[in-house]
């Protein structure tokens, strides 16, 4: 079964409009930590924003919001007012704890969803 | 502070052929990582050293890839002989720890074309 679930291969949304990237993970590890990178098309891999299963509050980081339903295994990430320079891949990562034998806190990737920012 | 330094940049390589990828870490970090990005998916994870030493290698293809961290700061990665599905980009990247919530940082990668 994967563990990184992104449903949206592809998004657009308009320039100053809010956007929401689905991500569901799965893990029977109750120690683990929730990532979103940016990939613009140089590349390079961009870290956003974290959320630790533990943390009792959705992470914020300036227009990056992450919307954690732990019950649901979800981790949506909200980018509010969004900017042509937004236009990129975007990839939800979970690094599970030790509790899952994964000693290693190895990072897994889902496949991405691809946003696009319209004019 | 300077980012994660990758070289090359390209490299384009008949099947059959070694190769290898080179990565300097943010200083401090004690945790090396190289994934496997291939062209439409997510990056997949081929080695984590801890210092100087192997944390995970589950993924890497040991009879045809190796990889080192010499004195636990630069390491290389290494294909040989390649093959025709390694095309891919090759991503370096370095935390400060591997746990929970030590985000990695990455290089630009290395796109490799086998031919």
């Known amino acids: 079964a994967q563990k990184i679930t992104q449903t949206q291969p592809g998004m657009f949304v308009q320039e100053k409009e809010a956007v929401t990237l689905d991500c569901t993970y799965d893990t029977s590890d109750p120690s683990y930590g929730l990532f979103w990178y940016k990939q613009p098309s140089s590349g390079e891999m961009i870290f956003l924003i974290y959320q630790g299963s533990y943390d009792q509050q959705n992470a914020t980081e300036g227009r990056y919001s992450l919307n954690f339903q732990k019950a649901r295994k979800s981790a949506n990430l909200v980018i509010s007012a969004s900017q042509l320079g937004d236009s990129a891949m975007y990839f939800c990562a979970m690094r599970e704890g030790g509790a899952s034998g994964a000693g290693s806190y190895q990072l897994t990737f889902g496949k991405g969803t691809k946003l696009s920012v319209i004019p | 502070e300077a980012g994660v330094a990758q070289s090359p940049r390209y490299k384009i390589i008949e099947k059959r052929q070694s190769v290898a990828f080179w990565c300097n870490p943010i200083s401090g970090h004690a945790t090396l990582y190289w994934y496997q990005q291939i062209l439409g998916q997510g990056p997949k994870l081929l080695i984590q050293f801890q210092n100087n030493g192997v944390v995970d290698d589950s993924q890497l293809p040991k009879d045809r890839f190796s990889a080192e961290r010499l004195k636990g700061v630069d390491s290389t990665l290494k294909i040989q002989p390649a093959k025709l599905e390694d095309s891919a980009v090759y991503l370096c990247?370095?935390?400060?720890?591997?746990?929970?919530?030590?985000?990695?940082?990455f290089g630009n990668g290395t796109r490799l074309t086998v031919t």
């Open positions: 990247a370095s935390s400060l720890v591997g746990t929970d919530n030590s985000p990695l940082h």
